[in-house]
């Protein structure tokens, strides 16, 4: 709504804060690439050392039986389904951020993996995969022989 330009200090308040929502819009908006910029659902955090990648996963209201974790031709897939909530027959949302329905999540890794011995584990709400490094993959030190 705007205001008659004497009362609110500024007259370009209201511009000010369409930029800040615009601004918001777009930093929210799931680009492909962009450092920060949201990319899906679940959010998920990837790292890496010698000899294993770690994978987190924020999945609050799942249930660890609704989640499909799989590792093919280099890629890990996380898929899933988080049912909605159920709502009283009358109420009406106001605001809905939080997303249900299915998921899939892919991810190519920079190694290859020992499937064998992949591990997962599911606490208050976060997926915590471990990917160990396959053993033919790993980097090997040199011995230099000298004659």
Same mark, same amino acid.
């Given at each position: 709504?705007?205001?008659p330009?004497? @009362?609110a200090?500024?007259?370009f308040?209201?511009?000010?804060?369409l930029?800040?929502?615009?601004?918001?819009?777009?930093?929210?908006?799931?680009?492909?690439?962009?450092?920060?910029?949201?990319?899906?659902?679940?959010?998920?955090?990837?790292?890496?050392?010698?000899?294993?990648?770690?994978?987190?996963?924020?999945?609050?209201?799942?249930?660890?039986?609704?989640?499909?974790?799989?590792?093919?031709?280099?890629?890990?897939?996380?898929?899933?389904?988080?049912?909605?909530?159920?709502?009283?027959?009358e109420?009406?949302?106001? @605001?809905r951020?939080?997303?249900?329905?299915?998921?899939?999540?892919?991810?190519?890794?920079?190694?290859?993996?020992?499937?064998?011995?992949?591990?997962?584990?599911?606490? @208050?709400?976060?997926?915590?995969?471990?990917?160990?490094?396959?053993?033919?993959?790993?980097?090997?030190?040199?011995?230099?022989?000298?004659?």
């Open positions: 709504m705007l205001t330009f004497g @009362r200090g500024s007259p308040r209201e511009l000010e804060q930029r800040r929502e615009m601004n918001r819009l777009f930093t929210e908006f799931p680009t492909s690439g962009g450092l920060g910029a949201a990319q899906g659902f679940p959010a998920m955090n990837v790292w890496m050392s010698q000899d294993s990648a770690i994978v987190t996963a924020e999945l609050p209201g799942c249930n660890p039986d609704d989640i499909e974790i799989s590792v093919a031709e280099g890629a890990l897939t996380v898929k899933g389904t988080r049912i909605d909530e159920a709502l009283p027959e109420a009406l949302y106001h @605001r951020e939080r997303r249900s329905g299915s998921f899939s999540r892919t991810f190519t890794l920079p190694f290859e993996i020992d499937a064998d011995n992949v591990e997962a584990n599911f606490e @208050r709400g976060v997926l915590n995969i471990t990917l160990p490094r396959a053993e033919h993959d790993k980097p090997r030190k040199i011995t230099i022989k000298a004659e």
